[in-house]
């Protein structure tokens, strides 16, 4: 979950009248920001041309712009690579580069603005990126009982957090440790909305909404594979996380992923979505959140001001300064906030089965010994990892500065 150091990319130097200008250009921007270690590259149509930003570390930044005249050149040579239709610029499309710079492939998606089309195009990781759970910067305890879970036969385990947030890393990790443990004796599916990365000794297969093939149908007939191990790339819905959690309570160990702000919330957002507390409560084996903060670089220095810690319980906190090395950000790389909640803690089941209210599951998490994603960020911020504007930045501000661990 590291990214390696950017640099401000060396555009194109030929003319734009050139008629390789935009192959020359996509060309470059692709591989700088696939170098600079970017997950995003956005090309933004404007008034004065076409600009380019890449998301570093979590964060948007401005590295380019070409000029107007040759802007839907440049979105149309993507769209050629993507397999897209170059004579609609009226409506949003979406498609694959495949088999470009090596194994690694990448999403495009086109969408009409005023000035014209927009494309960001997602980079996905290559096939050689975090290979382990060991690798992903995950704390100890929480890597020593995914393990531990993996193991099992049946059950849920659940990656929560936002979009961007690492947990489909997390999840290939999780898959390409049980390829290890297994030794080819188990039966291991996917089900994904994109296939990001393929997984040697893991049958993966990617849903086709278009042609009828959704995750609830493509998870049904996926049950009658003999699988052992199902991963499904994301809930989205009722049908699906119903599908999901059936499938954890007769015989095989489910992997999912879903959007929600905590490991609590996760719980009661498949709640409120109408998955039955006893399902629930008897099929969830662990629920994981993660969050991205980016890491201070070398150069930060200590912060003497009281305002510093912007209100949170620290007693020391490093200020960014910015170098060569993090291309003047002051920050280089990025760490993971997790938690792990488990529903066998005290009373955590119970107020899963009573329908409790997520604030409460997680206080009685906490309770049981749960580090919460803000007590792993205090931590962070003390030992100099980060700083609170960045903990701030992606959790938000807590509801108990004072007593939240």
């Not at 030794?183 to 997984?199: F, K, N, Q, W, Y």
Request: aromatic share 4%; glycine share 10%; charged share 25%.
């Amino acid at each position: 979950m590291l990214s390696r150091t950017p640099k401000p990319p060396a555009m194109s130097s030929t003319d734009p009248a050139h008629p390789r200008f935009a192959t020359d250009y996509v060309d470059k921007v692709l591989s700088d920001a696939r170098q600079a270690g970017a997950s995003d590259v956005h090309l933004i149509p404007a008034a004065e041309g076409l600009e380019s930003y890449w998301r570093v570390d979590g964060t948007l930044r401005r590295v380019g712009l070409a000029p107007s005249s040759v802007a839907s050149n440049i979105v149309a040579r993507l769209k050629v690579m993507a397999e897209l239709l170059t004579y609609r610029n009226d409506i949003p499309q979406e498609g694959r580069i495949r088999g470009v710079q090596g194994d690694v492939e990448m999403r495009v998606s086109t969408f009409p603005t005023l000035f014209g089309e927009k494309a960001v195009i997602r980079l996905f990781s290559s096939a050689d990126t975090h290979q382990r759970l060991d690798d992903l910067g995950l704390p100890d305890e929480i890597v020593q009982t995914l393990k531990r879970q993996l193991g099992e036969t049946g059950g849920a385990i659940v990656l929560s957090g936002p979009a961007g947030s690492g947990k489909t890393t997390t999840i290939y990790a999780c898959l390409r440790e049980l390829v290890r443990m297994s030794d080819g004796r188990r039966s291991l599916t996917t089900l994904e909305d994109p296939i990001e990365v393929a997984l040697s000794g893991v049958a993966q297969s990617q849903v086709n909404p278009a042609a009828g093939f959704d995750l609830e149908m493509g998870l049904r007939s996926l049950l009658r594979q003999d699988p052992e191990v199902i991963a499904v790339g994301e809930i989205r819905d009722k049908a699906t996380a119903e599908v999901a959690f059936q499938a954890s309570l007769t015989g095989h160990l489910v992997m999912t992923t879903f959007h929600a702000g905590s490991a609590a919330e996760a719980v009661g957002r498949l709640l409120d979505m109408g998955i039955e507390p006893y399902v629930l409560r008897s099929g969830l084996r662990v629920v994981v959140s993660q969050r991205l903060a980016r890491k201070l670089c070398e150069c930060a220095v200590p912060d003497p001001s009281p305002q510093a810690a912007l209100g949170l319980p620290v007693a020391q906190v490093l200020r960014p300064v910015g170098c060569n090395r993090c291309a003047g950000t002051g920050y280089c790389g990025r760490i993971v906030l997790a938690e792990l909640l488990d529903p066998e803690a005290n009373g955590v089941g119970r107020a899963i089965l009573e329908r409790q209210e997520v604030h409460r599951i997680e206080a009685l998490a906490v309770e049981a010994g749960m580090v919460s994603r803000w007590g792993r960020a205090l931590v962070a911020i003390g030992e100099g990892r980060t700083t609170p504007a960045e903990a701030i930045r992606v959790l938000g501000l807590p509801r108990n500065r004072s007593t939240d661990r």
